[in-house]
């Protein structure tokens, strides 16, 4: 009866997996996918003023009491690379994402390179290369020097595009005989709009009554940064086409973050309004990466706001790029709103003439929780790419679930946002889509954009309150694990969850 009972309930088990797309393992991805985890260089290495580093924005930001916490000694990385890279191994991470600090490489933002800098960087890629991990290298991770934005004003200047072209030069040079996967810049897209327009990232500039800073410019200066966001990319990409690809055999890529956007009705109003606000928030750079300008509708909005490619400025842009860096997190609805203020009034959400809700205008516990919950938004957005740019490579670079950094290891919740991750995700491959890899964020724990270190990602605990930074695995951390390894099928189908997600 009761071996009965057993079989008897295996067979739906067994047959689903066989039939549909509802079960996944390592063994359904493609010929070539990489998976791994990642961070960021302010995020974990510590070591701020440590062999000649010296601070970027983000210290700035943060040391003036913007998050609750520096990332002066953050997880320790610098110190301990050798025993994650360890960890990494035993987890069966294939790719490593991770960043490297500008202000740590060439200190004073141009010029001279640091000899202890350069020694990390290449002790670090040379362990992952003798784990066979494969590193994948993002450049600017919002961390610009200080140094430049007190010269120039950084991003705000055109001066911008040549000091990130020499710095990309050092590390292609350096380093790309074993780096081939390279990222220009991480999130441009929120980096200009959180940095420039809410402020609410580093450089914390903006104007009233769009966010409260002792200077900026709301309405205009996102578009500015934007634009020598492209060009720095552009510029970075072709000298790395032009003088390394062909010895090398990398690709470059640039990431932006993308939300899953749906419409909060059926009007044809909140239809529009959303196809409208994914243009701005993604076409806003796939646009000119594409076809060498902005959408239309963007600059017939923003009008005089938005600045002029030259021919040649076009030319550089159209196919800068090999793959694209996609960070999803969320799904968010989109309102049709209001469009009777002049150009010259309006920020970026002005003129897109709608109300994003959800996570990115904190639309409450209610829809934080709807958007961070939403795996069919990770084909959503892949299908997007696929549908509307050419269904070019796509690497998604950051996926991950935030809890309370002092939550039980046993981060069952994080490891259903996974598991229906990647069924989302497997979706997407099966119906199409170039994405050749996927991250998660992060691997472990890390002083967070938001949140500092009360909000946690990782799928290793740190505990921050030890000198020696103690890393311990979480539940996650095994899961993700068992499903690298090939293990066999270990899919959580019950979906539910009664927790949570906190950012804000
Ligand atoms: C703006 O920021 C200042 C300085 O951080 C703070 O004292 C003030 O309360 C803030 N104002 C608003 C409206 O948030
Ligand atoms: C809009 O219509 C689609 C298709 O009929 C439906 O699946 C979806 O739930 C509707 N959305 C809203 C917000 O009513
Ligand atoms: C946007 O949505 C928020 C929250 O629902 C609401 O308070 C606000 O009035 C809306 N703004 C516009 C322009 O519709
Ligand atoms: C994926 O991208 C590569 C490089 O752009 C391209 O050659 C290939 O055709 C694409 N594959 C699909 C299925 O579109
Ligand atoms: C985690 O920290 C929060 C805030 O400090 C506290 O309220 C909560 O009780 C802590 N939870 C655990 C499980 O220690
Ligand atoms: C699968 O891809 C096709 C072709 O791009 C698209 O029309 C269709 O909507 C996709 N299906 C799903 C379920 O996303």
Redesign the pocket.
Known sequence: MRLFLLLFLSIPAASSAESSSTSVSRVDFPKGFVFGSGTSAYQVEGAASEDGRTPSIWDTFAHNGNVGGTGDVASDGYHKYKEDVKLMKETGLEGYRFSISWSRLIPRGRGEVNSKGLEYYNNFINELISHGIEPHVTLLHFDLPQVLEDEYGGWLNPRIVDDFTAYADVCFREFGDRVSHWTTINEANIFALGGYGQGILPPKRCSPPFGNCSSGNSIVEPYVVAHHFLLAHSSAASLYKKNYQAKQQGSVGLNLLVFHMLPATNSTADISSTKRAQIFFTGWFMEPLVHGDYPKIMRKAAGKKMPKFSSKQSKQLMNSFDFVGVNYYATVNVVDGPNHVPAYQRDFMGDICANITGLWMSGGRESMEAGMNAPYGLKGVLEYFKQNYGNPPIYVQENGYPM?S???LDDTPRVKHMSAHLESLLDAVRNGSNTTGFFTWSFVDAFELFGGYSSSYGLYRVDFGDKERKRYPKHSARWYSHFLKRRGNSIYTDKSSSYVPQIY
């Open positions: 309370p002092n939550a039980s």
